[in-house]
């Protein structure tokens, strides 16, 4: 009997090990559950660059980029008229903080107003806090829709042997500036003491109703009698009691006076927490979004070569040539180059439209990657394969340009 | 004045000796209960107010005052209909304020701090340890529920704001951020990643309730104090309705 008792001990310790050593640890942030429709039809993400994969604590990096809210936004999300924005950081909890955040080349602590078309040219500033290395992506995330991510990368996030801190500057009632203080463990003492000074008087509550008195047995005299008495007759409840609760009472009630004339004094200043939330101003990007329009757009995929084909005509209204630079799709990102692969795409005839012309443009890519990042909308409601083409105007700016292209799968 | 028998017989009954039911009987109730009552007040205080309840950037005047009262009055009240009625014990609103208090604040240092590693002043709890106090003694000296849901539940949410407001008060501080004045409690919010809870799904003040002369927080406290009693009587509702009224029928039938 006790050696089966040992064989089952032994099978279930093996069977944990295997559970433990075996199962893969989760490395991303379920990007690829999100729908291909949810990806690729509501935030465009071009050229986002993190300026480093490994920072100390309290050193910071930047990601860099643009957002583009898209024109294509399914009318089933967000009533299909996004009005609010919130561009943030998908980290697995606060391993890394948030220091600044420009948009169109402004300050933006907060909530954005946002509407379909709408270029956001953002850099992030990022400074490591828990030792480790991290997965973090941009996201941005729309009322009514959720949020959705952009490219990720792994950030390592290494020991400042100097300590870390993370500084603030308080305001002075004048409206100087005031104590630099660390948000890490800013007045923890002072809320804890005062939390447990509170939980204690409880406590102290409690003890007194339960240590010297009894409590179960007093059932049988309380089924007896009302409810609105106190059993002071029987010995339930005494004067001293009484007495000695009013004591707890006014305790209390001077640890709160005592405890808001603290904190009148000590932290004099003080305003209502801050909704902050504008339209960014426009970005360079905006001026020239209307110079390439695209039309009769299709994309066929081959999954015996994981290729995608996309062709589309190409107009350009501008006065100088346009030369298609870039292809992203969600969170894949193409340069235009010589043969198909991961992170390049080949176009034919030329990746040139002359100013005026229309030019059906055949981009070709070969990359697993859309069957592993499920960004092929197989097996949803809608095919279609939404993306951005990036051009380069003869002048030496940029000009974005959204590509809807309905799809043609071979199915397996 | 004489004392009547029946006087007598309760008053040897509080005294009476028990051949099997000693004192162990009473710390296995209130120390199994604890466990419970804290879970059950910890789940109905998330279910109704989790966010102002998780960061100090969702701790504003307006609805903080209003919610939280209300949530975390609904298990206090039935403990206390129940702890008096079955003990005569004005303790059902502080002994769910002390259990509470002790799981969420391992809660909170285990999940929030420990594995995801936000700052604890930032993810403090509130206390409802003085407010039940004081809905615990408005019970005592009434002896009525249904004053103590009025004067009480009105004490209480009072209370709980000047008890919370007092932790609160350096992360409503202003401070310079970004180009732009915000609080310390705002700087947090922002500062330490919250992935799935972006910033417009915070309800906090929008405006400032100019027509009551900008009085915010008392114009909240005088809703909050109302709203509770509300939540009180949904509290005496589960006291009465969903545990002793089917213990006395199940003890009937038995």
Redesign the interface.
């Given at each position: 009997m006790q050696r089966r008792y040992r064989r089952y001990f032994l099978a279930a310790l093996l069977a944990t090990m295997l559970l433990v050593t075996l199962a893969p640890a989760a490395q991303a942030h379920g990007e690829a559950a999100q729908e291909a429709f949810l990806r690729l039809r509501t935030v465009g993400w071009v050229n986002v660059r993190f300026s480093s994969d490994t920072v100390m604590q309290g050193e910071t990096f930047t990601i860099t980029g643009v957002a583009k809210i898209m024109e294509s936004w399914p009318t089933t999300l967000a009533k299909g008229n996004p009005n609010t924005g919130y561009m943030g950081l998908i980290a697995p909890g606060p391993v890394v903080m948030l220091k600044e955040r420009t948009m169109n080349g402004v300050s933006v602590p907060s909530r954005i107003d946002i509407k379909k078309g709408d270029i956001f040219e953002f850099s992030m500033t990022v400074a490591g806090r828990r030792v480790g290395r991290w997965h973090i992506h941009p996201s941005f995330s729309v009322k009514g829709a959720g949020t959705l991510l952009g490219p990720g990368m792994w950030i390592n996030v290494k020991e400042n042997p100097d300590g870390f801190k993370n500084e603030v500057q308080l305001v002075e009632a004048g409206g100087g500036p005031g104590d630099t203080i660390n948000l890490e463990n800013y007045q923890l003492p002072y809320v804890w003491i005062w939390l447990v000074i509170t939980f204690f008087i409880g406590l102290a509550w409690m003890i007194y109703w339960t240590v010297p008195k009894r409590t179960v047995t007093n059932l049988a005299v309380t089924s007896q009698i009302p409810l609105n008495t106190d059993g002071m007759d029987y010995g339930l409840i005494t004067k001293k009691d009484h007495r000695n609760m009013n004591w707890f009472a006014i305790g209390t009630l001077l640890l709160l006076l005592v405890g808001w004339i603290y904190q009148a004094n000590a932290f004099p200043t003080k305003i209502p927490q801050q909704i902050i939330q504008f339209a960014p101003p426009q970005s360079a990007l905006a001026e020239n979004a209307g110079i390439a329009q695209t039309r009769n757009a299709r994309a066929t995929f081959d999954p015996d070569t994981d290729t995608v084909a996309l062709s589309v005509d190409v107009t350009n209204t501008g006065t100088t040539p346009l030369t298609l630079t870039n292809f992203h799709a969600s969170t894949l990102a193409y340069a235009v180059g010589g043969s198909p692969g991961p992170g390049v795409i080949a176009v034919t005839p030329q990746a040139e439209v002359a100013p005026g012309a229309t030019t059906k443009l055949t981009l070709t890519t070969r990359d697993p990657a859309w069957r592993v990042e499920h960004l092929l909308p197989i097996g949803e409601s809608q095919l279609l394969i939404t993306g951005i083409l990036v051009f380069r105007t003869g002048d030496g700016n940029t000009a974005l340009s959204e590509v809807e292209a309905i799809l043609q799968p071979r199915f397996e | 004045m004489a004392t009547d028998a029946r006087?007598l017989e309760?008053?040897q009954?509080?005294?009476?000796k028990?051949k099997y039911?000693d004192?162990k009987?009473?710390a296995v109730?209130?120390i199994t209960a604890a466990f419970v009552v804290g879970a059950a007040a910890d789940i109905t205080k998330q279910l109704f107010a989790g966010d102002w309840d998780f960061w100090t950037?969702w701790?504003?005047?307006q609805w903080w005052p209003i919610i939280t009262p209300f949530a975390i009055i609904i298990i206090g009240s039935a403990l206390q209909y129940i702890q008096?009625?079955?003990?005569?014990?004005?303790?059902g609103m502080?002994?769910t304020?002390?259990a509470m208090?002790?799981c969420t604040?391992i809660g909170r240092w285990l999940q929030w701090g420990a594995?995801?590693?936000?700052?604890?002043?930032?993810v403090?709890?509130a206390?409802m340890?003085?407010a039940?106090?004081?809905a615990?003694?408005v019970l005592?000296?009434t002896?009525?529920?249904v004053l103590t849901s009025v004067l009480g539940s009105m004490i209480f949410a009072v209370?709980w704001w000047?008890?919370n407001?007092?932790?609160l008060?350096?992360?409503?501080?202003?401070?310079?951020?970004?180009?732009?004045?915000?609080?310390?409690?705002?700087?947090?919010g922002?500062?330490?990643?919250?992935?799935?809870t972006?910033?417009?799904l915070?309800i906090?003040?929008?405006g400032s309730l100019r027509t009551f002369l900008g009085e915010?927080t008392y114009v909240s406290l005088v809703f909050g104090a109302t709203v509770a009693i509300g939540g009180y009587w949904v509290g005496q509702f589960i006291g009465r309705g969903l545990a002793i009224w089917p213990i006395g029928r199940f003890m009937k039938k038995w």
């Open positions: - | 006087t309760l008053r009954l509080v005294n009476k028990y039911i004192r009987w009473d109730f209130w950037d701790k504003d005047r008096w009625l079955a003990w005569r014990f004005p303790t502080t002994y304020a002390v208090f002790a604040f594995f995801v590693y936000y700052p604890m002043n930032f403090w709890p206390t340890v003085a039940a106090i004081f615990d003694w005592l000296k002896k009525s529920f209370s000047v008890s407001y007092i932790p008060a350096p992360f409503v501080q202003p401070a310079q951020w970004m180009d732009r004045v915000l609080t310390v409690s705002d700087i947090q922002i500062e330490y990643v919250r992935s799935q972006p910033e417009y915070r906090i003040e929008h915010t």
